[in-house]
């Protein structure tokens, strides 16, 4: 199987699973509950990281923008790579072999999140994504990248 992104999450600052969308087919699917506890486990052992770094975050007016806690989780088949917003929200990729580094990809995700679901007037803050023109334009951002949607 070709590498690539197989699957984007998005975590609230609580650490709830607000929405997933798994793009390469031939990659094993997690069930619900496993995707569930996949982003509330890498949730809380970030948050930890965070605590425990002996690297410190540099002050300033702007040391808050730099991430805390995991960026980038490498096993031996696998990539968890994780962007992390000033608001403390999490923008997590399982990207497959070949590894390539997909942050430009969750920079773009984020402002997909941005313009799309936080503008819209029915969203509630922390509550699941139901976005149509979200999904439309996440499965276009990804089908650039040479990603088909996964149905």
Known sequence: MAGGVA????????????????????????????????????????????????????????????????????????????????????????VLLPVVDCDALLRQTYALYSDYVLKNPFYEQDMPVRCELFDREMTRLFADQGVPPHK
Request: aromatic letters at 10%.
């Open 7 to 94: 699957s984007v999450y998005i975590i609230n600052r609580n650490g709830s699973l607000i929405y997933n969308q798994d793009f390469l087919g031939g990659a094993p699917q997690l069930s619900s509950n496993d995707k569930i506890r996949l982003t509330s486990t890498f949730h809380g052992i970030s948050a930890i990281a965070a605590q425990i770094s002996p690297v410190q975050r540099s002050g300033g007016a702007l040391g808050f923008l730099q991430p805390s806690g995991i960026c980038a989780l490498d096993a031996d088949t696998f990539r968890l790579q994780c962007f992390h917003t000033p608001t403390g929200m999490k923008f997590l990729a399982v």
